[in-house]
């Protein structure tokens, strides 16, 4: 199997390359961290899997669309858009460079890459497209607005290309994990609900992959709170993300 892995040199996407890491596939790991990129590949080498490194900024977007031509010289089976950034949980207005860089890495980047391959994953009628988006993109709180904003912009992207690309038999399928230890959380100064081991995530993640979820978001309970938090009246609804925002140390200015 043929396996595209993007922001693969650290947390989730370096999990996903050593799970997948057999002498049955053939890894294709993406990230701009070189000598990172490289101990991940050492280690799949070491399990028996082939492995190809690309150096790249995936919020290069020329370079992006380059490496995705190149990407469509042989069949691929599974890609999985995992990289993405946050800027973290603070109070105040984001600045308009972060915001910006959020976007291009979280959410344009993958078009950027995916724009030479769609047509590819339609000529050869199979292919799985794999998103890791976040529970963030149910509920966007006032201290995540840029990163919950980009991440339910990429469940829009990633409901469309599953309706487009089904009649061909490729399989879209978006995964929205809640926190996972990674360098992303280990930013969070804030008691994190449900806060996951990243071995246990990524036997999630994988095992929801394996069974094709169109959508599959965990932790339940998690999950379940926040769609019940979504029933209820806006007046309620304001009360629970006030109240919440202030137990991660964030008051409202006045």
């Not at 070189?34 to 070491?46: G, I, N």
């Amino acid at each position: 199997m043929r396996i595209v892995i993007t922001g693969a040199s650290s947390g989730l996407g370096k999990g996903l390359a050593l799970h997948y890491a057999n002498p049955q596939n053939k890894l294709i790991l993406i990230a701009r961290r070189e000598e990172r990129l490289y101990e991940v590949a050492e280690s799949c080498r070491s399990k028996g899997a082939e492995v190809e490194t690309i150096i790249a900024d995936i919020s290069d977007f020329a370079r992006m669309r380059e490496v995705g031509r190149e990407l469509t010289r042989e069949p691929i089976d599974r890609i999985i858009f995992n990289a993405g950034i946050s800027v973290g949980h603070g109070g105040g207005v984001t600045p308009f460079e972060d915001f910006e860089r959020l976007f291009k890495t979280n959410f344009l980047s993958v078009h950027a890459l995916l724009e030479p391959i769609i047509p590819k994953l339609m000529e050869q009628k199979s292919g799985e497209v794999v998103f890791i988006s976040s529970l963030a993109s149910l509920l966007t709180m006032p201290t995540s607005i840029a990163y919950s904003s980009s991440k339910r912009a990429l469940n829009a992207y990633a409901e469309g290309l599953h309706y487009q690309l089904k009649p061909y038999g490729i399989d879209v399928m978006t995964i929205m994990p809640g926190f996972i230890d990674s360098e992303m959380t280990r930013k969070n100064r804030f008691k994190m609900p449900f806060f996951m081991p990243t071995e246990k995530g990524i036997a999630r993640i994988t095992e929801a992959i394996g069974r094709k979820k169109v959508r599959y978001a965990f932790p339940f309970r998690f999950y379940l709170m926040i769609r019940i938090v979504l029933l209820f009246p806006q007046s309620l609804r304001d009360k629970i993300v006030n109240f919440t925002n202030f137990k991660k140390g964030n008051k409202p200015e006045i």
